[in-house]
């Protein structure tokens, strides 16, 4: 706008003394010039970011929220799933499974929806990242750091749910599981 300008002062000097000796300056040049709002640049860059750090933060959090939900969800089928077979786990240990291979089973069961989720999750990642470019400060849309780094921690927690319900599975007894109707 016409009439207003900015100054950018470099000084070794203190920012309040740099304030009082810049408004002492301006008012030998102008008595009738307004001198207002001197910050130093430091607070002028984290004002200006203020609203990109928030909305930042809350992608991040509820990405970290969905990811919770997720594995939840994980957990909760498997553990549904690997309930209703425990006749079969049962069988499959009075018969000489040992737990290494019935915990790969388990693995081997829950990963084929998880794999299918990440790849379309990836997928749909790669695509609609485009719409968070501007967000983003200091990665790119398709950082494959980034994106293997999320695609891993996602895997992790499936792997994780999916762990709990077979080891609590593997360690029920085989005459217990076979004795019940």
């Known amino acids: 706008t016409p009439g207003y300008f900015h100054i950018v002062l470099r000084s070794q000097l203190p920012p309040t003394a740099a ?24 607070a002028e860059i984290a004002d200006s970011l203020a609203t ?6 809350l992608l991040g959090s509820f990405a970290l929220l969905g990811t919770f939900l997720a594995a939840v969800g994980v957990y909760g089928v498997m553990a549904q799933t690997l309930g209703r077979r425990r006749r079969e786990i049962g069988l499959r240990a009075a018969l000489g499974a040992g737990g290494v291979h019935l915990l790969g089973w388990a693995l081997r069961l829950g990963a084929v929806p998880v794999l299918g989720g990440a790849a379309v999750g990836f997928a749909l990642a790669v695509v609609g990242g485009r719409g968070l470019g501007d ?13 293997v780094g ?9 792997v994780a749910a999916i762990l709990l319900p077979a080891l609590r599975a593997m360690r029920t007894p085989p005459n217990e599981v076979l004795r019940e109707q």
């Not at 304030?19 to 430091?42: C, R």
């Not at 990109?52 to 933060?57: D, G, N």
């Not at 967000?135 to 790119?140: Q, R, T």
């Not at 999320?150 to 499936?158: E, I, K, Y």
Request: charge should be neutral; proline fraction near 4%.
């Open 19 to 42: 304030a009082t000796l810049l408004k002492e300056t301006m008012g030998k040049v102008d008595t009738a010039a307004p001198v207002y709002d001197i910050a130093a640049l430091s």
């Open 52 to 57: 990109r750090r928030l909305v930042l933060w």
């Open 135 to 147: 967000a983003l400060v200091g990665v790119s849309v398709h950082d494959p750091q980034a994106l």
């Open 150 to 158: 999320a695609l891993l921690g996602v895997l992790a927690c499936a």
